[in-house]
């Protein structure tokens, strides 16, 4: 069975601090990863995946298979990046194409 | 590109009527739509699995006789609460996966469904 942990429900720094969004899968297949975001009001979208390896909006992750993490990161965060993260894992086989979803963790940027 | 749309965005019914949600993909074609609920400040929990013209498939612990779901298209899928009670109430929210692309979802709005 596939899992994805976020072990931060809230995360808060100032604007311009480095921020790191802690994501841990557990997946016997080769996974596919992504990160969604949340902002407030707003529906989910796509922030990357793994396979592109680019960044975006400042956003990095790298896939690291023998701590099977991939953090989410960003050098200086913005208040505009304030919002609900999401860490997902594609699966393979029989699931094909289903996301599980971690818990998610509210990144809160202040002023 | 890759706009879902949901209808409607919010309901309230009365304990006992049935509710149809829809989802559209409205500028491609969606080989699978899947739905989910959320509960407030939670993850997305996956209900089923839709692929259009077959049967939805349901996660473990999904009534299939109270969520019903028809995809009868490559643009729309539909749930359909039946019975409605008031520990149905919640956020829903639909994906749909592009043909020929792998991996991401394109999510909807969402559907706020309150039960009285």
């Known amino acids: 069975a596939q899992r994805v942990t976020q072990p931060e429900k809230l995360l808060s720094v100032f604007k311009g601090a480095p921020v790191e969004l802690k994501c841990n899968y557990s997946?016997?297949?080769?996974?596919?990863l992504f990160w969604y975001v949340q902002y407030s009001r707003q529906r989910l979208q796509l922030l990357l995946r793994?396979?592109s390896r680019e960044s975006i909006k400042g956003f990095t992750a790298d896939l690291n298979k023998g701590e099977t993490s991939f953090h989410l990161k960003k050098p200086f965060a913005q208040e505009e990046d304030s919002a609900m993260y999401y860490c997902?894992?594609?699966?393979?086989?029989?699931?094909?194409?289903?996301?599980?979803f971690g818990q998610g963790t509210i990144l809160t940027v202040h002023p | 590109g890759a706009v879902v749309s949901q209808h409607p965005s919010w309901v309230i019914c009365k304990s006992g009527t049935s509710v149809k949600i829809e989802c559209r993909s409205l500028d491609f074609q969606a080989t699978t739509m899947f739905w989910y609920r959320q509960f407030p400040k939670q993850s997305l929990m996956l209900m089923a699995t839709s692929n259009e013209g077959s049967k939805a498939t349901y996660e473990q612990g999904v009534e299939k006789d109270k969520f019903l779901i028809n995809h009868a298209s490559l643009t729309l899928s539909t749930l359909t609460v039946t019975s409605a009670h008031p520990e149905d109430s919640s956020f829903y929210i639909c994906?749909?996966?592009?043909?020929?692309?792998?991996?991401?979802?394109?999510f909807g709005p969402g559907t706020r469904l309150t039960v009285l």
């Open positions: 994906s749909a996966r592009r043909r020929g692309h792998v991996g991401e979802q394109f």
């Open positions: 793994h396979i």
């Open positions: 997902a894992l594609g699966a393979g086989g029989t699931s094909y194409g289903k996301l599980t």
């Open positions: 997946y016997s297949g080769s996974p596919e």
